[in-house]
């Protein structure tokens, strides 16, 4: 197997990797009270060292009350905090890699399992999370402007600390996707709308303020998806119209990267083309695209949540897609979990030596 066109190098702005190689972003819950330790700097300079492109990191909230709904996800505002984050960008660059945070609010969210609750309640377009499920309040208009702001400082931050990229996260039924979706976003203001194109208002907004906080020349990556967690099957674009009234706006507003969330990269966004969302993204704005969903193993993520284990696949259709230049880069997930090295042993060909993943990942840093 020729995996050459993954470990060609990729510029853009203030991003210079290696090879098109990404960490996704998985949500681990293991920074006490919003602080991330060291040995969170140590899981990501361990992927750094053994040759990942880029990293970006799980999940990172908001200066807003109510941004996260566990207290062990990391934050991304406050002294503590970001002297964690610090440590981490500084490790990962010592180890010649590059890294952006994602930042984040969750929106409406479930509570914890714990008991444990934010300070305020969870706050959405809506009160609800999804059809039925309501657990907190609708955003006031100033609750609005004070959450755009919170992204914009948190991505000034992360330019400020030595990140060479930020990603801001719009998918996965998470505030800015509750939004995006016209069944947790029944607004009548300027944020609602009947079209997806006029429900994309918020994050343009968002998208606006980061850029005018990090100037033109730093890297911005935004996170979407089209399915739900609660609706795999699921599209809020449902053809190429809509995706481009959609995306477009973002493009505009000072996207670089689309970061293209889907269960299985292979598979077609829309009937009579195999471009899969990353492709359509590409194909549409222009911009650069991160394409992901279970590369590399025989599940997907959401059977790994539920405790499937998989195993090793080929690279084939991946590296296909590659060279066909669909996408520019590749997101790798729960392989990187449980094998810091893959991206090592796949460069090298040790084919051979590649691990599984199994649920057991989850429960520790590696």
């Not at 949500?27 to 990293?55: C, M, Q």
């Not at 968002?206 to 100037?215: H, Q, T």
Request: hydrophobic share 40%.
């Amino acid at each position: 197997m020729n995996t050459d066109s993954l470990f060609r190098p990729f510029n853009l702005k203030t991003l210079n990797t290696k090879n098109r190689i990404v960490m996704a972003p998985m949500t681990r819950s293991f920074s006490p009270d919003g602080v991330p330790t060291a040995d969170v700097a140590e899981y990501y300079a361990k992927r750094a060292d053994a040759e990942v492109g880029l990293i970006l990191s799980e999940g990172t909230v908001i200066d807003r009350p109510s941004a996260s709904a566990d207290p062990n996800i990391p934050h991304f505002y406050g002294e503590k905090a970001l002297a964690g984050w610090h440590k981490v960008i500084n490790d990962v660059q010592e180890k010649n890699g590059q890294m952006g945070p994602q930042i984040w609010h969750q929106g409406i969210s479930a509570n914890h399992a714990s008991g444990w609750l934010p300070s305020a309640p969870f706050e959405g377009p809506s009160s609800f999370n999804s059809p039925g499920f309501e657990n907190g309040v609708a955003m006031t208009d100033s609750a609005i402007a004070d959450t755009i702001a919170a992204f914009g400082q948190a991505a000034a931050d992360a330019k400020a600390l030595g990140f060479d990229t930020v990603e801001i996260h719009g998918a996965h039924q998470y505030l800015i996707d509750q939004f995006f979706w016209d069944a947790t976003n029944n607004r009548s203001d300027i944020y609602g709308g009947k079209t997806l194109a006029e429900r994309t208002r918020f994050a343009v907004e968002v998208i606006k303020e980061v850029r005018k906080r990090v100037g033109e020349d730093f890297a911005l990556i935004i996170r979407l998806s089209q399915f739900k967690p609660a609706a795999y099957d699921y599209k809020l674009a449902k053809n190429e119209a809509e995706m481009e009234q959609w995306l477009t706006p973002m493009a505009d507003a000072g996207i670089d990267i689309f970061h293209c969330s889907q269960r299985r990269f292979w598979e077609p966004e829309f009937d009579g083309s195999d471009l899969n969302f990353a492709g359509w993204a590409k194909k549409i704005t222009g911009k650069a695209t991160i394409s992901v969903g279970s590369v590399g193993l025989d599940g997907d993520f959401f059977g790994a949540f539920a405790g499937q284990s998989s195993q090793p696949s080929s690279l084939d259709e991946l590296v296909r897609r590659m060279d066909r230049g669909d996408f520019d880069l590749i997101a790798v997930g729960r392989v990187l979990l449980s094998d810091p090295q893959w991206v090592e042993k796949i460069k090298n060909n040790h084919l051979d030596q590649l691990k599984g993943f199994s649920k057991e990942a989850l429960a520790e840093l590696v």
